[in-house]
């Protein structure tokens, strides 16, 4: 079932997410948040994008949330994307699934434009992003230094819907309605988290 995230979900989010700071580069975190700080963060982007996760027989296997791209109110438009999935629930369609839901909620929002930043290689997260529509649209070279290297970071872009001209002001995502949310995570009121 995919649903919004819930305060208690910040333990096994957490869980789900450590291995990339201590030994991966999907993050360039490089300290373990905590679980209290992992809450304290999916209550703050709560307050205006989505924060999905995938269950399954009661444990969150994935998660996948949008968050502000810039500071500037010109960007109101644009949202950065990231999604995590269990290491045990890899390769079985979760990211595709879990993501292709999180850019429709995105798009009733108003949200024009979705923008996938990854630690390169990141061959399969490139894949996974490419598959979803994405299209390439720039490299930061040696941006970050994590575990003893300098990485180059890649900029994959998604159009969500065309942009208007005045655009419609975004849809805090507590105030998208109940039915809209039903539809797109395709549940009864269990899945409004």
Known sequence: MIRIARD?????????????????????????????????????????????????????????????????????????TSIYVHGNAQRRGIARR???????????????????????????????HEAMGFTPAGVWRQSGYKLGQWWDVGVWQKELQPATNPPRPVTPFPQLAPATLRTWLGHGDDALG
Do not use: C, N
């Not at 208690?8 to 580069?25: E, K, L, N, Q, R």
């Not at 798009?107 to 894949?127: D, K, N, W, Y």
């Open 98 to 128: 879990l993501y292709g839901v999180l850019l429709e909620v995105m798009r009733e929002q108003g949200i024009t434009q979705a923008v996938g930043v990854i630690t390169l290689p990141g061959t399969v997260s490139v894949a996974m």
């Open 8 to 80: 208690g979900d910040a333990a096994a989010i957490h869980a789900i997410y450590a291995p990339s700071v201590t030994d991966g580069v999907a993050t360039f975190e490089t300290e373990l948040p905590g679980v209290d700080a992992m809450a304290g963060r999916i209550r703050a982007k709560l307050q205006h994008y989505p924060w999905l996760v995938w269950e399954e027989a009661g444990d969150v296997l994935a998660y996948a949330y949008a968050g502000r791209f810039r500071e500037r109110a010109a960007y109101d438009w644009i949202a950065e």
